[in-house]
């Protein structure tokens, strides 16, 4: 697997930015994936049982606008990092289909009449 990254990175090269951004908004959004299902379990163990107090109310509608907001970012993240992969497929793909191209030209005649 490490050899077939290897001749890859030739081709790579020239996207490093896009493919760390897509790979750093991927970490991103597992961060945030991990983190909603803390806040719903924080809301259900320690706001539910006390939800008669005002502060407890106002505790729960702050922290429900910021499952809301994780989710919105976890979207954000979700689109930038599509971008960011389909950007770099599309460059490898350009990148080693000019490669080939480029070794078909330059091999000799006698390997087109075989």
Known sequence: MVVLFKRFFIYIRSNVGPFVLAVVTMLMMDLIAY???????????????????????????ILCGVVIGAGIL??????VMIRAYWSVAESLAYNLRNA??????????DFYNK
Do not use: C, S
């Open 35 to 61: 983190f909603i299902p803390v806040v719903i379990v924080y809301i259900t163990d320690n706001v539910f049982p006390h939800i008669r107090e005002a502060v407890m109310l106002r505790n729960l509608f």
């Open 100 to 109: 080939l191209y480029t070794k078909l030209q330059h091999m000799v005649l």
């Open 74 to 79: 976890r979207g954000i993240f979700i689109h």
